[in-house]
Structure formats: structure tokens, C-alpha cells
């Protein structure tokens, strides 16, 4: 049995019509992903600057204490706080806006720590072992939710950029989302002996 023109041609159609309908659904699932583990990623971080209000509030009551040190945390907390990227708005450049006021508050905290260990009153108390506890794992979580956010925008950016989804994904408006680059001098390691 021969098949017309108009019925190959059909076929081919009707197969174009089925990827194109597989390709979009497949990459709205990829982005609805992305989304997804970004809300993790902000409630971690969310959830660190929650958290950082009781240090501020052992520090506070427990020492007569820098000030300029406590201040630095809670103007870099509220900025860190104030950086809003909606889901859909995922580029480079948002992400590396939302790194940086991220990575000023973890300077801050860094130093409000760093800071506090002068202060043995403060280390002897439970209150601040138990932060430090619940800090660590803060920070574990942050870096897992990151580690899942780029793992979740590759597979996402991938399907967008192979062909011939490419093509599609431009005709349907999916752009590329953004990664987390490690901190600014991660590169470096740091020097645990100086001068011996």
C-alpha cells in the first residue's frame, strides 16, 4: 500500500507537533525544578537570618560588646534580606546580585563571630554553643540547597541549548537560568601556619 504525499507529509507534521508538545512540557517540568529548589535556597538563607537575631540578642545581652561589628551584621542582614528574585527572573546577572549581598552577610557574621571568640564569658554560655551548632548546619544547608539549585538550572539549561530543542526553546521564550559561582577568593586556600 502507497502512502500520498499528503499523508507523509501529515506524519511528518503530526511527529514535529508530538516533540514540540514533549519538548515544552518536558522543559516547563525542568523549570518549574528550578524554580522549586530556588525557594529552598532563599528559605536557607531565610532561615540564617532568622537565626542570626539570636546572636545578635545573646551578644547583646551577654557583652558590652563592638558595636560597629554588631551593626555591620544587621545592616548586611537587612540588605541580604532585601534582595528579592522572583523565580521567573533567574539570569546571571540576579544571582550574582543575590550572591554578593549574601556573601557580605556571611562576612559580617564571620566577623561578629570571629569577635565573639574574644570574649570567653560568651563561649562558656549555652546559648552561644548552641547557635554555633545550629550555624554549622545553616551553612551545610545553604551550601546543599546551592549545590541542588546549579545541579537542577544545568539539566534545565542543557534541554534549552541542545538541538533541535534549541530551537524550540527560543520559539516558547525558556532562557537560561543563572548558577552560584563559588565566593569571590575561593580559589585561594587559606594559610592555616604563617610564619613558623
Do not use: C, H
Amino acid at each position: 500500500m502507497k502512502l500520498g504525499r499528503n499523508a507523509i507529509l501529515l506524519i511528518v507534521l503530526g511527529a514535529l507537533a508530538l516533540y514540540a508538545i514533549t519538548f515544552y512540557n518536558g522543559t516547563i517540568s525542568a523549570e518549574e525544578g528550578v524554580k522549586g529548589q530556588w525557594a529552598k535556597v532563599e528559605s536557607a538563607y531565610q532561615m540564617r537570618a532568622d537565626k542570626s537575631k539570636n546572636l545578635e540578642a545573646i551578644v547583646t545581652n551577654a557583652a558590652d560588646f563592638e558595636r560597629e561589628t554588631l551593626t555591620e551584621v544587621i545592616e548586611a542582614r537587612s540588605k541580604a534580606s532585601s534582595i528579592q528574585i522572583n523565580a521567573d527572573n533567574l539570569t546571571p546577572e540576579n544571582i550574582a546580585a543575590f550572591q554578593q549581598a549574601q556573601e557580605q552577610f556571611s562576612g559580617s557574621l564571620g566577623r561578629l563571630l570571629a569577635t565573639i571568640e574574644r570574649y570567653p564569658e560568651l563561649k562558656a554560655m549555652g546559648l552561644y554553643g548552641d547557635f554555633m551548632a545550629e550555624y554549622s548546619g545553616m551553612e551545610n544547608r545553604i551550601k546543599t540547597e546551592r549545590d541542588r539549585f546549579n545541579e537542577a538550572a544545568k539539566g534545565y539549561n542543557t534541554r534549552i541549548k541542545r538541538f533541535p530543542g534549541n530551537m524550540l526553546a527560543g520559539i516558547f521564550g525558556f532562557e537560561e537560568k543563572g548558577y552560584f559561582a563559588a565566593d569571590a577568593g575561593a580559589e585561594k586556600a587559606p594559610e592555616l601556619f604563617k610564619d613558623r
